[in-house]
């Protein structure tokens, strides 16, 4: 549960101080759900790497958010949804090192592997949507 | 910050459209001077009353403690009082209201009080307007309206002000914020040493490479600690400007060691893919600067003192 059981939630991404705000949130909403310190971290980081991408690829978007539970198992679910030029390889955007601004190219490998699921839909020319889960074992 | 003046105080420029969209004509201004006579004659009456009123409520008295202050503050109202029949609402008329909100805001009084006190004032004004132009009540009705489409246009220039100013002082906190944000702070002979706390953001990354890089050039330090035990998260941006600037050092002939990595911060960069092979990294800073002085007392720093 979170601090005030709110289950679902929306953050804009605009500015780059958006991130920030963005983090803050999830990081407070993954330590009431019951993460540990290491899941809230790679949370917070997924979370960074998605929302910077949004701040640098595209005008606008928005982080959505969702405490899901399950018998046994409680998780967070991160929607990232902006209004960019879409991703036009996704396979080559997986690729560790693909960069279109010359940035590390780390950041979408790294949230797959820091996150339990994801999955990038995205249509050129309107826009991508990443979504993101991490899961924990209920308290 | 321009943003915040832009967007919040009425420029001066602005002012005769903002006039326009008050609905506040010349013969608004014209009825207000008409009436300006009779303000004359009862504006101490108006102002003894406000202050009675105000002096009855603890948090307004905390501003009005003294009789010298009492007595200016009398001025500066009956003042006040009869600019806003003068029928001249010019540049020094617009000039004198936004001093008014800023003043307010800088002696710490809320805009509930600012508020309050006009409400008061607009209570204590009504009456005189129908005293004095009861005969004629459509006269007395439009010189109502006049009064209170200049008293509107007077509270929005004040309130802008108001948030103008406290926009003022968050910018000029930020600024300091980013300013001390990154101290580079001379350990050991030979050995600087910066924290970093927060957020590396690109703003920040900038500011702290060029910070840490004079530093170590005005110390002639060969070696350069930077902790991030203050770092919540490090992102692949963060690590891309961390790693930019230990090559930047690595320019100048110095070498960085990366102190405080916690256990969450270690997972995360590993699972990120981000190579730090050929950064020295240790969990705290002391273990960082034994490591230092070490590498001092060895001669292994690559650095040479006579540059």
């Known amino acids: ?8 939630g929306e953050l804009p991404i605009i500015s780059e101080s958006d991130i920030v705000a963005c983090r803050k949130v999830i990081r407070t909403l993954s330590t009431n759900a019951g993460f540990g310190i290491t899941d809230v971290t790679r949370i917070v980081t997924a979370v960074s790497e998605l929302a910077r991408n949004i701040y640098v690829h595209a005008e606008c978007g928005k982080m959505r958010w969702n405490i899901m539970h399950q018998p046994g198992k409680i998780g967070i679910e991160l929607i990232f949804e902006d209004n960019g030029q879409g991703i036009a390889d996704i396979e080559q955007a997986m690729q560790p090192g693909f960069s279109t601004v010359k940035s590390m190219g780390m950041g979408l490998p790294g949230v797959k592997r820091l996150m339990d699921e994801m999955r990038i839909d995205s249509i050129a020319g309107a826009g991508s949507t990443v979504t993101i889960k991490k899961w924990a074992r209920a308290r | 910050m321009t943003y915040a003046a832009s967007n919040y105080i009425t420029v001066f420029d602005k002012w005769d459209d903002q006039k326009t969209f008050f609905c506040f004509t010349p013969e608004d201004a014209k009825r207000l001077s008409d009436f300006h006579p009779f303000a004359e004659k009862h504006v101490d009456e108006v102002v003894d009353g ?3 009123h105000l002096l009855k409520f603890e948090e307004a008295q905390m501003f009005l403690d003294d009789a010298e202050t009492l007595r200016r503050l009398k001025i500066a109202q009956r003042r006040y009082f009869l600019e806003l029949t003068s029928g001249c609402y010019e540049e020094e008329y617009y000039e004198n209201r936004i001093k008014v909100g800023v003043t307010h805001q800088r002696m ?35 010189t109502f309206s006049a009064m209170y489409k200049i008293i509107n246009l007077d509270q929005e220039l004040a309130m802008s002000a108001y948030i103008h100013a406290v926009e003022d002082v968050i910018s000029k906190q930020t600024e300091e914020i980013l300013e001390m944000s990154t101290p580079v702070i001379q350990v050991w002979e030979g050995v600087v040493a910066t924290p970093i706390i927060g957020t590396l953001d690109s703003q920040r990354a900038q500011q702290f490479m060029e910070h840490l890089l004079e530093k170590i050039v005005e110390s002639k330090s060969p070696i350069a600690l930077i902790d991030i035990t203050g770092v919540p998260q490090i992102d692949t941006a963060t690590a891309q400007h961390l790693i930019d ?34 950064i020295i990294t240790k969990p705290s800073m002391s273990a960082g600067l034994k490591v230092a002085l070490e590498m001092l007392a060895v001669g292994n720093t690559g650095f040479n003192k006579t540059n």
């Open chain 1, 1 to 8: 549960m979170t601090m005030d059981g709110k289950q679902q």
């Open chain 2, 108 to 142: 710490g009084i809320p805009p509930r009080l600012y508020m309050g006190a006009y409400s008061y004032y607009l209570q204590l004004m009504i009456p005189l307007i129908y005293q004095y132009l009861g005969d004629d009540l459509e006269k007395a009705n439009t």
């Open chain 2, 50 to 52: 406000l202050y009675a």
């Open chain 2, 245 to 278: 600037t230990i090559n930047a050092v690595k320019l100048l002939g110095s070498k960085v060691i990366i102190t405080g990595i916690r256990p969450a911060i270690a997972q995360t960069l590993v699972h990120l893919g981000i190579n730090l092979q050929g």
